[in-house]
């Protein structure tokens, strides 16, 4: 079965310092992955995806991602946080090809943003 | 803003009751998903319906079922509320095609004493 790792907990930086989330996933064949965010009180909205080509994956708000193979790893990136930033990001994995949209998400990482 | 409400957004309920949750589904959205999020976790799969048939399943217990009606919406059932329960539920719904993109609702906050 899949799985996804978030190593980070909680992560705070500075507004307008760059940014890094950690994902690592295990699963066998070829993975969709996904970042999602949540605000408080809010849904978790899409921030990119990666099915296939190329690996460095751009989304919404200013974020990338870049998928590496050798170290099952999923990373999301921003070179310049701003404060609306501040929410919780899940990694997630669904099983590609598969017939429905199952995603195994990650704990979650809080990012806090001080000003 | 998303397009899928839920409703009741919060709830409190004893051991042993039943429970409804309800779902509307984004306009044209013909797959409805539902997910338990218990407090400091990631949110867990518990099913999927697509044209009102259930389409998968996690690893729930029985005593999760859940419906989609012919306009999509959806409901999920919970009977015999345990502690464990507590969590917020979250609905998303997709649509065919290759986005493979959820659309979430805000969810519904779940107690149970």
């Given at each position: 079965?899949?799985?996804?790792?978030?190593?980070?907990?909680?992560?705070?930086?500075?507004?307008?310092?760059?940014?890094?989330?950690?994902?690592?996933?295990?699963?066998?064949?070829?993975?969709?992955?996904?970042?999602?965010?949540?605000?408080?009180?809010?849904?978790?909205?899409?921030?990119?995806?990666?099915?296939?080509?190329?690996?460095?994956?751009?989304?919404?708000?200013?974020?990338?991602?870049?998928?590496?193979?050798?170290?099952?790893?999923?990373?999301?990136?921003?070179?310049?946080?701003?404060?609306?930033?501040?929410?919780?990001?899940?990694?997630?994995?669904?099983?590609?090809?598969?017939?429905?949209?199952?995603?195994?998400?990650?704990?979650?990482?809080?990012?806090?943003?001080?000003? | 803003?998303?397009?899928?409400?839920q409703s009741p957004t919060?709830l409190?309920k004893?051991?042993?009751q039943q429970v409804t949750l309800r779902c509307s589904?984004?306009?044209?959205?013909?797959?409805?998903?539902w997910?338990?999020?218990?407090?400091?976790?990631?949110?867990?799969?518990i099913?999927?319906?697509?044209?009102?048939?259930?389409?998968?399943?996690?690893?729930?217990?029985?005593r999760f079922s859940g419906l989609q009606f012919?306009?999509?919406s959806s409901e999920l059932n919970v009977n015999a509320l345990?502690?464990?329960d507590?969590?917020?539920y979250?609905c998303?719904?997709?649509?065919?095609?290759?986005?493979?993109?959820?659309?979430?609702?805000?969810?519904s906050?779940l107690?149970?004493?």
């Amino acid at each position: 079965a899949q799985s996804v790792t978030q190593p980070d907990i909680h992560i705070t930086v500075s507004e307008g310092a760059s940014l890094e989330l950690r994902c690592n996933y295990s699963y066998g064949a070829t993975p969709y992955l996904f970042w999602y965010v949540q605000s408080p009180g809010q849904g978790l909205q899409l921030l990119l995806k990666y099915f296939s080509g190329d690996t460095l994956v751009q989304g919404i708000k200013g974020f990338e991602a870049e998928f590496k193979r050798s170290q099952s790893s999923f990373n999301l990136r921003k070179p310049s946080v701003h404060w609306s930033d501040a929410a919780e990001y899940f990694c997630a994995v669904e099983e590609s090809g598969g017939s429905n949209y199952k995603l195994t998400f990650g704990k979650g990482t809080l990012l806090t943003v001080n000003p | 803003e998303t397009g899928v409400t839920q409703s009741p957004t919060h709830l409190i309920k004893t051991r042993g009751q039943q429970v409804t949750l309800r779902c509307s589904s984004q306009s044209g959205h013909n797959t409805v998903s539902w997910y338990q999020q218990a407090l400091g976790q990631g949110p867990q799969f518990i099913f999927q319906y697509y044209r009102e048939e259930e389409n998968g399943r996690g690893n729930f217990p029985p005593r999760f079922s859940g419906l989609q009606f012919p306009n999509y919406s959806s409901e999920l059932n919970v009977n015999a509320l345990e502690l464990d329960d507590s969590a917020l539920y979250l609905c998303a719904s997709s649509f065919p095609g290759g986005t493979r993109e959820l659309f979430f609702g805000e969810g519904s906050r779940l107690t149970v004493l």
